[in-house]
């Protein structure tokens, strides 16, 4: 840094190129991503820059460009190619794959391994099958072991050799440990039905030298995918068991960790749900456990130890933070999951942030997410994500506790003043009366709408104080009131 368009920190770059994360997702250009991250963040060599390629950029335009022109946007004038150089482009290593072995690559269809790390694979695979129609239906016959789960290895290593990871246009050799494994776990069920473990999938045919790659380690440490249902969709999706506690199985922890699932559900911390997935499902990386440090344990009872004692219970001495390093571990979660408005209100109404079957509409979704979403992206990422379900935990409490136990359907006029009173959001009869009738009916206010009226206030609010902020001096006397801007802004 900087890099070729002046950006100071790698902060400021991530900033401006995640606008262009949406076009990498949907793959309209496989040198799309190469391309902008050797302009935003240039291959360092020794202490300077090395400048993008311009048939690079060329290739990257041409299959994308298309694509932005039909949602309005245009290939940015700061990445035109002929600003690039073409000698860069000799010059290249690996990091810049060739157009030719790129096409060798494809994105893997075969239903079996399309939630897996990777997405692309290569043809023809260590098997000899030429194309992943071949491959599906021989891949479909190992279906119902996978389903029994028999081996939490079983699919990962099928689709090491019948989907085998692109590599530069070359697949990834399977590995033997992840062979014997799965084999060790399915061969007997097998049996029992008549089958015999396949000949062609033998494990003295495979090689150690891959295995780091698969989340092995060399002491046979090995990850395996994430089964327990709350710890998924985190930043890692690989664990290993016995996990920090010495549960030998993940179904062994997922029962064991159903003590916290209140806490999980309340979001008393928004690093609850880190943490113990954290201990629980450790997160594994080529077979080696990543513990979480102490910090992150302190941060997530301090949040939660209240809450807990409210129930009669204690922080559980197996969670001492005391027991937890300081260094070599992990302080906080790296959260790159992004939540669009339909992404926010599915995973509220999946974890059942709803009241007598009545759901928040995406309307009511939509004003949480610009209530929460600090960094104005139009997206939420998991930190900004979990402190959104801490905020309509609350609000839904005091709504089913305070108010609907007194009129089950609906909040009259006389509860929502008071609730209003509550925050500190003192209308007037006019404002009052308008946010009345956007909002209320014959019965009263509704979950939804009384979410969704707290969330606007809310919003204005923050907006209000921002504003005092940025004032250049003291000039409460000619500016606004707090009451008046939320008149204004309602009326």
Known sequence: MPNLLGH??????ALEVQSFASFVKVDCSPHLKQFLCSVYTPECMLGKSRPPCRKLCEQARSGCE???NKFGFQWPEALRCEAFPTDSCQEAHDSIVSESSLTTCETIRVPLCQDLPYSKTVMPNILGHQTQDE???????????VKVGCSPHLKPFLCSVYTPECLSGKPRPPCRKLCEQARSGCESLMNKFGFQWPEALRCEAFTMESCEQYGVSSSGGICEPITIPVCQGLSYNQTIVPNLLGHT???EAMLKMSFFNMMVQSVCSVDIRLFLCRVYAPECEAGE???PCRSFCERAKEGCETFMASFGV???NELDCASFPEEMCVSED??????STQAVLARLNAGGYSVRGKSLTLRTARLLLVLMDAD???DLNVLEFFKLQHYVAVVRREYVESYESMNPNSVTKTQMRKALSAHEFNLDDETFRILWNKYGSQSGIDYDDYVAIMTELVILRDRFKTHLLNLPCNCQIASFSFKQFMKSAIV
């Not at 100071?8 to 770059?13: G, V």
């Open 135 to 145: 491959v599906g239906l021989e891949a479909h016959s190992f279906y119902p072991l």
């Open 66 to 68: 298309s694509l932005m």
């Open 334 to 339: 790296s959260r790159t999951e992004m939540f």
């Open 376 to 378: 104005k992206t139009g």
């Open 249 to 251: 199985s993940q179904r």
């Open 289 to 291: 456990v990543q513990r």
């Open 314 to 316: 204690f922080w559980p």
């Open 8 to 13: 100071s920190t790698q902060e400021e770059a």
